[in-house]
Structures are given as structure tokens and as C-alpha cells.
């Protein structure tokens, strides 16, 4: 389950790269400035939340969206492995109770099934428990689509108050940090 | 655009509601398949010993165990093979003098299966 984990986020983090467009070239970073399509960043949103959303600009709400789906996901993946643990509990105590029938005492077959009722609240916890994660990550991701589909969430923002832009200072070429307001 | 929405959250509905939970407790088979013995008096007249016992209901009795525990917790059991009996007798028992034994009683079922045990009653070895 851990493996899976990690190559899920290993995944993430190759797409949000993929989706910044940021390339590393002698040892320092260049911003590249292709444009990706609207049909590009919906693509990229369907296969993760907010990626379609960084690539065309809107920082702030994609990054919200990659974390915030990511930490669902881990989240559900971790309750769900929780889920199977205390399942596994369960049967065993159940085998436990049941093997009593034949041979055992009414002291510990109370004492077996009191233990099976404890492992029997926490699987019904846990599984309330991945049930909240797994809906929160299907909201969120149907969110997401509704954003890109919808509500022209992957359109170009429109006005950017802050921006970063190539400028030649003196001779030697810079960046500007442009502020605007109204 | 709306139907390939609409798979999608019916996708998102499949994952919330796919993983259900299918655990159930399984019959609780110990609660009542056999009664408590109840006024359980034990007696000891020279090496004579002999207990009596009470059950409401002898339903899947098939015997009783009558257990003898000492003080330093050293337990002998006898075992009665009549599901009707009330009383066992055991002559010439030979129980250590200056202690006392502990009485208790439990009945068991076709499978072996040990029903809840007596309240204890004491026996005094002069």
C-alpha cells in the first residue's frame, strides 16, 4: 500500500512539473513561456486536479487543488490500508470466538466475543473513517472538472496583479517584478 | 460535455460507495445455550463428600464438571454423565485436612462446550 503511495506521488510531482513548465538548463532555472491549449489543460485536469489550472497561471488555485486532493488521497489510501488492518484483526478474532464453540468455556468465549465487538467498532470507524476521505477526494476532483468544464477554469487569467517579466538591465538581461493595480 | 461529466461523478459515487463494509459479527452462539448451576452446597462427612446443585433448565446438558480447588489453587474435576443429575457422591475422597476447597460446577454440552460456572460454595476439611 505504501509503494503505491509513493509512486502516486512520485506521479504527482512529474506531472506538476510537467505543469509549471519550469525546465533546469546550466545549473540555473529558464521560464518557459509556451502557451498550453484549453483542450491541453483539461486534459491535464482530468488526470490530476489543478494541474490544468497551474499550467494556464492560476497559481493559487491550482496548487490549492493539488495539495488539497493529494492530502485526500494519502489520506483515503492510509485509512483504506487502516481498514484492511482492523479486518484482518477481526477475522482472527472471530476464528477465535468461533474455535471456543467446540471445547472452549462461557468465560472465554464472553471474553473472546468482547474483544471481537472492540475490533468490530474499529473497523465500522475505520471505514466511516476512509468512506469521508474517499468522498472528499471525489468532490474535490469533481470540483475540479466542474472548474474546467464549467466555470472557465482554465482559462488564461485576465488580470494578474503580480507577474515576472524578462527586462534588459543595462546590458545584461533580468527579471522585473510588475505590480499592478487599479 | 454533460454526459462525460456525469460519467465521471458517477465514477467519483462508484469509489465513495464501492468500498462498503461487509463485516458482520458472526451468531453469538455462548449467551444461553446452557444454564448457570445455581445453589450449589457441597458436604464432607469423614471422606464422604458430596455436592447438590440446582438448573433451571437442562436444555443441551449432556453432563456436569464439578471442580475441587485447594488453597495453593490445585484443581481436581469429576465429570457426571447424566444431563438430569442434581447431586454427585464420591466415597473415600481424600482431601487435605486443616484447608478448605472451593466447589464450583459448570455443565457441558454435546460439543464440549463448558456453560458459565457456578457461584462458588467452601468446603472446610477439619
Not at chain 1, 48 to 62: F, I, K, S
Not at chain 1, 92 to 105: H, K, N, Q
Amino acid at each position: 500500500m505504501w509503494r503505491l503511495q509513493r509512486i502516486i506521488v512520485a506521479a504527482g510531482l512529474v506531472l506538476l512539473l510537467m505543469a509549471t513548465g519550469s525546465t533546469a538548463q546550466g545549473g540555473g532555472f529558464q521560464l518557459k513561456q509556451d502557451q498550453v491549449s484549453g483542450t491541453q489543460a483539461r486534459l491535464l485536469s482530468v488526470l490530476y486536479p489543478g494541474l490544468g489550472q497551474l499550467a494556464v497561471g492560476h497559481r493559487q488555485r491550482g496548487t490549492a487543488m493539488i495539495v488539497g486532493h493529494t492530502a485526500f488521497l494519502v489520506a483515503w489510501l492510509s485509512s483504506n490500508s487502516d481498514f484492511g488492518t482492523h479486518e484482518d484483526q477481526f477475522d482472527l478474532e472471530s476464528a477465535r470466538y468461533l474455535s471456543l464453540r467446540e471445547g472452549g468455556s462461557f468465560e472465554d468465549a464472553t471474553e473472546a466475543w468482547r474483544r471481537l465487538s472492540d475490533r468490530k467498532d474499529d473497523i465500522d470507524q475505520a471505514h466511516t473513517t476512509r468512506v469521508t476521505f474517499a468522498a472528499l477526494t471525489a468532490i474535490l476532483y469533481g470540483y475540479n472538472l466542474v472548474d474546467v468544464f464549467l466555470l472557465g477554469g482554465v482559462e488564461p487569467p485576465q488580470d494578474r496583479r503580480m507577474s515576472l517579466s524578462p527586462r534588459k538591465i543595462g546590458e545584461a538581461p533580468g527579471l522585473a517584478l510588475v505590480a499592478r493595480w487599479r | 460535455m454533460m454526459k462525460r461529466l456525469l460519467l465521471l461523478a458517477a465514477a467519483g459515487t462508484l469509489m465513495v460507495f464501492g468500498c462498503s463494509n461487509d463485516t458482520k459479527l458472526p451468531a453469538k452462539y455462548h449467551d444461553g445455550v446452557l444454564d448457570q448451576p445455581t445453589d450449589v452446597t457441597s458436604l464432607l462427612e469423614g471422606s464422604d463428600f458430596s455436592v447438590t446443585w440446582q438448573m433451571a433448565s437442562t436444555a443441551n446438558v449432556e453432563g456436569y464438571v464439578v471442580s475441587l480447588t485447594d488453597t495453593s489453587g490445585a484443581q481436581d474435576t469429576r465429570f457426571v454423565d447424566d444431563s438430569t443429575a442434581t447431586s454427585y457422591d464420591e466415597a473415600g475422597l481424600q482431601l487435605l485436612s486443616g484447608t478448605f476447597y472451593i466447589i464450583r460446577l459448570w455443565a457441558v454440552d454435546d460439543v464440549g462446550f463448558f456453560g458459565p460456572t457456578s457461584e462458588p460454595d467452601t468446603l472446610v476439611v477439619e
